[in-house]
């Protein structure tokens, strides 16, 4: 079945700092990944729509210089936390949507950001 | 506004017991409904889809467009079917919108 690799699954930096986290698509083109946060115990929370080859949709409220999202293949997306502070604590979802799968996303397993 | 509802955050019930997790949608165009499932320590997995109409490790889940719900049903539970359950609405942008969650616990 379409998995979804997402890396690294937990990392720890300094506030200040950038981390990139990489989504892929292992055994199908993603056309569209979308990345999500999720608080603890609440719900998946969109924070922007990735498309291949083109600038991605960000949801209201979510800061586009601070979340950089980069799709450069069909099987990869970036999303890099810049100048992350503590408060960017999260953890982190993304998925991938297959092209002709209108509304079928695969999840990542996501990936835990802890900012010091 | 598109919203997905799920009244409850925690569902108990004790195996070989029906359940029913309820999910209320609103969205003013044609709706697209799924439950994903959330094991322990796993990924968020697609469980069901109102356009199969299909029936997943025993649960069911059938659009009402008159209520505008999407509840998920199985009418005996196993252990095994303890997990987080979320209720889903795509549209036409080929977005998901979560319900809350839902964590049914099966009790031995």
């Known amino acids: 079945g379409a998995v979804v690799s997402q890396h690294p699954s937990w990392v720890i930096c300094k506030s200040g700092t950038s981390v990139k986290i990489e989504c892929r698509s292992l055994?199908?083109?993603?056309?569209?990944m979308f990345w999500y946060r999720q608080f603890p115990k609440q719900s998946l929370m969109l924070m922007a729509t990735?498309?291949?080859?083109?600038?991605?949709?960000?949801e209201q409220g979510v800061e586009k210089d601070k979340f950089l999202i980069n799709h450069a293949s069909l099987t990869l997306s970036t999303l890099t936390v810049t100048s992350a502070h503590p408060e960017d604590s999260s953890f982190y979802i993304c998925?991938?949507?297959?092209?002709?799968?209108?509304?079928?996303?695969?999840f990542g397993a996501g990936t835990r950001l802890s900012v010091l | 506004a598109q919203r997905v509802t799920q009244p409850e955050k925690l569902l108990s019930v004790f195996k070989g017991a029906p359940v029913e997790l309820k999910c209320n949608y609103s969205y003013s165009g044609s709706p697209e409904l799924f439950w994903y499932v959330q094991y322990s320590r796993q990924r968020l997995q697609l469980l069901l889809r109102h356009i199969s109409r299909e029936s997943i490790k025993g649960f069911t889940a059938d659009l009402n467009k008159g209520e505008t719900s999407f509840h998920l049903k199985k009418p005996f539970a196993q252990e095994e079917d303890s997990a987080m359950y979320y209720c889903?609405?795509?549209?036409?942008?080929?977005?998901?919108?979560f319900g809350q969650g839902t964590t049914l616990q099966v009790k031995p």
């Open positions: 055994d199908f083109q993603a056309t569209t």
């Open positions: 889903a609405l795509g549209g036409n942008t080929g977005k998901l919108i």
């Open positions: 998925s991938a949507r297959a092209v002709l799968a209108k509304n079928i996303q695969y």
């Open positions: 990735s498309n291949e080859g083109s600038k991605a949709t960000y």
